[in-house]
């Protein structure tokens, strides 16, 4: 039968067969080069997976996150890569009204840890600080800061600490009421620096006995 096949210009059925599977071999192994992607973080960093089947299983933030080496993933799986070490935030603020009335700009930073990836990206998502920190950061620096004069905090700075000391408290208690996976290492508020008028007529004001 083979030697009738040759003579008509065919090829032999077991050769074709083998062929055909070849190239599905082929297709599948392109197929899955094309779906798969690695997840590798880098150092202090871990990659949480957010996996999200198209046909079987429901999906979601796997609880074994990426921490060391590299883990093969579907392409429809979401690498989030979330830093595990101390992060630093700044917030600026301008024109910001102390007690006695004058407008202030400075600088206020926090200082975080991550200390639960998975349950950070589950619970609050890749934008956490943007959506569940720097808000209340915010307002909590502002009402500090508006409780003291301007010579307390940009001329002698004598309320700086204790300005740094009232956010700390009040951001470590929101952060647990809150649930938040993260440590809090410090805060720090800068020196106020007052309008430029002002700041001449302290120099005037300084020069007159002279």
Same mark, same amino acid.
């Given at each position: 039968?083979?030697?009738?096949?040759?003579?008509?210009?065919?090829?032999?059925?077991?050769?074709?067969?083998?062929?055909?599977?070849?190239?599905?071999?082929?297709? #599948? =192994?392109?197929?899955?080069?094309?779906?798969?992607?690695?997840?590798?973080?880098?150092?202090?960093? +871990? $990659?949480?997976?957010?996996?999200?089947?198209?046909?079987?299983?429901?999906?979601?933030?796997?609880?074994?996150? !990426?921490?060391?080496?590299?883990?093969? !993933?579907?392409?429809?799986?979401?690498? $989030?890569? !979330?830093?595990?070490?101390?992060?630093?935030?700044? @917030?600026?603020?301008?024109?910001?009204?102390?007690?006695?009335?004058?407008?202030?700009?400075?600088?206020?930073?926090?200082?975080?840890? #991550?200390?639960?990836? #998975?349950?950070?990206?589950?619970?609050?998502?890749? +934008?956490?600080?943007?959506?569940?920190?720097?808000?209340?950061?915010?307002?909590?620096?502002?009402?500090?800061?508006?409780?003291?004069?301007?010579?307390?905090?940009?001329?002698?700075?004598?309320?700086? +600490?204790?300005?740094?000391?009232?956010?700390?408290?009040? =951001? #470590?208690?929101?952060?647990?009421?809150?649930?938040?996976?993260? +440590?809090?290492?410090? @805060?720090?508020?800068?020196?106020?620096?007052?309008?430029?008028?002002?700041?001449?007529?302290?120099?005037?004001?300084?020069?007159?006995?002279?």
């Amino acid at each position: 039968m083979q030697e009738r096949e040759l003579k008509r210009g065919g090829l032999p059925t077991w050769l074709k067969v083998s062929i055909a599977g070849g190239v599905c071999l082929i297709l #599948v =192994m392109c197929w899955f080069l094309f779906c798969i992607r690695s997840a590798k973080p880098d150092a202090g960093h +871990e $990659v949480v997976l957010v996996e999200k089947p198209i046909i079987f299983g429901d999906g979601g933030v796997n609880p074994d996150p !990426v921490s060391t080496g590299r883990q093969y !993933v579907m392409w429809t799986t979401q690498r $989030v890569d !979330v830093n595990m070490q101390p992060m630093q935030f700044t @917030i600026h603020f301008d024109d910001l009204m102390s007690s006695d009335g004058v407008p202030l700009d400075f600088d206020s930073v926090i200082r975080l840890r #991550v200390i639960d990836s #998975v349950s950070l990206i589950k619970n609050f998502g890749p +934008e956490w600080y943007k959506n569940n920190v720097q808000a209340e950061f915010r307002n909590r620096a502002r009402q500090a800061v508006r409780k003291h004069g301007m010579n307390e905090t940009a001329i002698d700075t004598s309320a700086i +600490e204790a300005i740094d000391d009232e956010i700390s408290t009040e =951001m #470590v208690a929101y952060i647990k009421s809150a649930d938040l996976p993260i +440590e809090l290492i410090d @805060i720090t508020v800068g020196k106020a620096n007052p309008p430029d008028s002002i700041k001449d007529q302290r120099v005037a004001t300084a020069a007159q006995p002279q």
